[in-house]
């Protein structure tokens, strides 16, 4: 009765990834997915499910969905944001997927890492992303980039897993507490034989870490019981239905990957050059553009502020 796994996926976003003059056109996917069972409220004494309904507070009335704007609210007076408001803030659609740095892999917190993505080639060749691919395991770097999704300018980590690339966000700076405690100020002792006795109980459990030798004891349970409630003939009869994600376009191909390599670092490092000098001036466009089939030479992106987190 449980749906299975067909091991299909389809794309979320469609864009190209670039890095100084080099585009590499890629498609993205959701790398994880939630295998918890779904479960919904119902009323114990029929079945029927549960609804909720969007009330005003003030006047009792159901609300329609169209006539519903947004607030933030700061504890002593109400934003009220409508959607023209929002219409008229900076929107974010771009296709490209930036790197801004290239940074070494010990360096990336594995805290701020949040939602994974695979990127799959979406060329006639694949040499630009192999390329790519190959450079960051060779110099152990990950790729800091900025991208926007469902317009909002996400911060990612690009990095290798086997033979796919692949960019999991990052949270922002402000989103990440810190950890205050007191009682870890305070001077403890800690002997040569404790430490010696722990280090052997930590080699008592040392082992090669192996995902798929753990389970979700509860969901199996759960998924268990469901069953044999319905071998008791103890179910109701229901009929759902799920929705469909379109595909979004976009897309290029490149052309000339070693001339545009070459037209990187040569820019890269006139880059380099003019920041030493005191006097300022327009650097000069290079001579080749951005090796692609449909998209321009992309200016420099100016960097953006880290954003602060809107209330909820």
């Known amino acids: 009765m449980w749906p299975v796994c067909t091991g299909l996926m389809r794309a979320i976003w469609k864009g190209a990834l670039t ?18 069972v779904s479960l919904h409220q119902v009323h114990a004494a029929d079945g029927g499910r549960i609804r909720y309904q969007r009330i005003c ?6 609300v329609p969905f ?6 933030y609210d700061d504890g ?29 892999s010990e360096q990336v917190d594995l805290l701020t890492l949040d939602k994974a993505y695979y990127l799959e080639p979406d060329s006639a060749s694949p040499k630009a992303y ?53 009682a870890l100020d305070e001077t403890v002792r800690i002997s040569a034989k404790e430490l010696e006795l722990s280090a052997s109980l930590v080699e008592s459990f040392a082992s090669d870490f192996d995902p798929e030798a753990f389970t979700d004891e509860y969901q199996q349970e759960l998924r268990t019981l469901i069953d044999a409630k319905i071998e008791k003939g103890d179910a109701l009869d229901t009929a759902e239905t ?16 070693m001339e545009a390599l070459r037209a990187s670092v040569e820019k ?9 000098s005191t006097k300022t001036t327009d650097a000069a466009p290079p001579a080749k553009a951005k090796a692609t089939a449909s998209t321009p030479a992309k200016k420099p992106a100016a960097k953006k502020p880290a954003a602060k987190k809107k209330a909820s």
């Open 268 to 276: 890269s490092r006139a880059a380099r050059a003019g920041a030493g």
């Open 130 to 182: 192999v390329l790519l691919r190959k450079t960051l395991e060779q110099t152990d770097r990950t790729a800091i980039v900025r991208f926007s999704l469902r317009q909002k300018t996400r911060l990612a980590a690009l990095r290798v897993r086997g033979d796919v690339l692949v960019l999991q966000t990052l949270l922002w700076a402000d989103e990440v507490r810190e950890a205050s405690f007191p």
């Open 76 to 104: 002593e007076r109400t934003v009220v944001l409508t959607k023209e408001d929002l219409a008229s803030l900076p929107s974010e659609k771009s296709r490209e997927i930036d790197v801004v740095e290239f940074v070494p």
């Open 57 to 62: 507070e003030i006047d009792g009335e159901v």
């Open 242 to 257: 799920f929705g469909t994600h379109e595909e979004e376009d976009a897309g290029g191909e490149v052309i000339d990957l």
């Open 19 to 36: 890095f100084g003059l080099v585009n590499v056109p890629v498609k993205v996917y959701s790398a994880t997915e939630d295998h918890d």
């Open 66 to 71: 169209q006539d519903i704007d947004k607030a």
